[in-house]
T-cell receptor, first 113, second 113 residues
Framework: DAGVTQSPTHLIKTRGQQVTLRCSPK?????VSWYQQALGQGPQFIFQ???????QRGNFPDRFSGHQFPNYSSELNVNALLLGDSALYLC????????????FGPGTRLTVL | AQTVTQSQPEMSVQEAETVTLSCTYD???????LFWYKQPPSRQMILVIR??????QNATENRFSVNFQKAAKSFSLKISDSQLGDAAMYFC??????????FGEGTQLTVNP
């Protein structure tokens, strides 16, 4: 049973560029959440997708957008990259019922120069 | 606003000894879940243990157990017979069903041989 997968593992971008990160949820999971983890801090919630709709959103600007596909995989897009967007981006998946445990992927490390 | 506080930025323990990591939270919700996640240097977020707020019995998973005090909004993690592989950053997190995870700032655990 494959767990949550994310791609790419690492990437480097320059200020002003756009980036797309990808996530495939654990088998049987239909809800995908994205988190940003700056170095030395706890993860911060970006948004959550369920049934191809954004169900919840954290305190992040509109530069951060996402999408969920019919197979439940998801993308996180960040436009107009800033130096402060450098972080580990974590994807977590969970079943859409009230069993709330979220399982995390290995993350994508984004560096903005 | 819901908050999670981990007051111990760093802890250390001797191999085979017991250590307790502290966590407090603030919420007005009555139905929620609490988690401890472990993040080793690989930065993969790994679920350690979960506690449902409606359960009075403290959760246990092998060498890991929690002390859940709902009235005090306290949720500590006890690691017994500590092993070198337990060295990691530990995050306490809070969630209502189907909702976002709110993380604390983490406690860095060092295990000394």
């Amino acid at each position: 049973d494959a767990g949550v997968t994310q791609s790419p593992t690492h990437l480097i971008k320059t200020r002003g560029q756009q980036v797309t990160l990808r996530c495939s949820p654990k088998s049987g999971h239909d809800t995908v959440s994205w988190y940003q983890q700056a170095l030395g801090q706890g993860p911060q919630f970006i948004f959550q997708y369920y049934e191809e709709e954004e169900r919840q959103r954290g305190n992040f600007p509109d530069r951060f957008s996402g999408h969920q596909f019919p197979n439940y995989s998801s993308e996180l897009n960040v436009n107009a990259l800033l130096l402060g967007d450098s972080a580990l981006y974590l994807c977590a998946s969970s079943p859409g019922d009230r069993v709330a445990t979220q399982y995390f992927g290995p993350g994508t490390r984004l560096t903005v120069l | 606003a819901q908050t999670v506080t981990q007051s111990q930025p760093e802890m250390s323990v001797q191999e085979a000894e017991t250590v307790t990591l502290s966590c407090t939270y603030d919420t007005s919700e009555s139905d929620y879940y609490l988690f401890w996640y472990k993040q080793p240097p690989s930065r993969q977020m790994i679920l350690v243990i979960r506690q449902e707020a409606y359960k009075q019995q403290n959760a246990t998973e092998n060498r890991f157990s929690v002390n859940f005090q709902k009235a005090a909004k306290s949720f500590s993690l006890k690691i017994s017979d500590s092993q070198l592989g337990d060295a990691a950053m530990y995050f306490c997190a809070w969630e209502t069903s189907g909702s976002r995870l709110t993380f604390g700032e983490g406690t860095q655990l060092t295990v000394n041989p």
